[in-house]
């Protein structure tokens, strides 16, 4: 079963603050967040692992509630390279056999100057 | 360096037509994937291959086949397309925590 994502969808201006949460009905043993722009693959940005801190990558972090299954990215001070559709993974375990990465249904965002 | 390598890129088939999606990975992973975009549906899990030999279905496997016959290739199948099997197709692989994907496969049924 997929994760749900919320928002679907979000537009903001530059230089404002966005975050897009991700929730899954099952108890997950890590969080996978990628970003996909228009006609490209989808890229990976970070991974939080149970038990885990919270992440960062360049103005982007996230943290992950393994009690309440859910994650959150945080997008501060927005850029407009950061225009694109947010994907987040989840999996049950880690390493051989474990690996069924799921992806949630996205939220696109739109930077406006 | 490849990455990861699909092909085609591009293809149109006609309902009923048969076809097989190429996947190739050069980075010696173990796990790797099949997914499928559509709008508003996000990437949804055809098939998972956790090593060579070895597949799993995912959440929408249903009209589809796979095949990972050694630790470099894993292969969709379309035995009989149906219009609804038009999407963007995605093979992903995997060693430990970040997933690498292909450009896609664009598919069309008519």
């Known amino acids: 079963q997929q994760p749900v994502q919320s928002p679907q969808a979000v537009i903001l201006r530059e230089g404002e603050d966005a975050v897009i949460n991700c929730s899954s009905s099952k108890a997950l043993y890590s969080v996978h967040w990628y970003r996909q722009k228009h006609g490209e693959a989808p890229v990976f940005l970070m991974i939080?692992?149970?038990?885990?801190e919270q992440k960062g990558h360049e103005k982007i972090s996230a943290s992950f509630n393994e009690k309440k299954q859910q994650s959150s990215l945080y997008l501060t001070a927005s850029q407009l390279s950061y225009s694109g559709t947010y994907f987040c993974g989840t999996e049950i375990g880690l390493g051989f056999g474990n690996e069924k990465l799921t992806f949630g249904t996205g939220t696109r965002l739109t930077i406006i100057p | 360096n490849a990455g990861v390598t699909q092909t085609p890129k591009f293809q149109v088939l006609k309902t009923g037509q048969s076809m097989t999606l190429q996947c190739a990975q050069d980075?010696?992973?173990?796990?790797m994937y099949w997914y499928r975009q559509d709008p508003g549906m996000g990437l949804r899990l055809i098939y998972y291959?956790?090593?060579?030999?070895?597949?799993d279905k995912g959440e929408v496997p249903n009209g589809y086949n796979v095949s990972r016959l050694n630790k470099r290739e894993f292969s969709l199948r379309l035995e009989s397309a149906a219009p609804s099997q038009t999407s963007v197709y995605f093979c992903a692989s995997r060693r430990g925590t970040e997933a690498f994907f292909g450009q896609g496969t664009r598919l069309t049924v008519v």
């Open positions: 980075m010696n992973h173990n796990s």
């Open positions: 291959s956790a090593s060579e030999g070895t597949t």
């Open positions: 939080l692992l149970k038990g885990g």
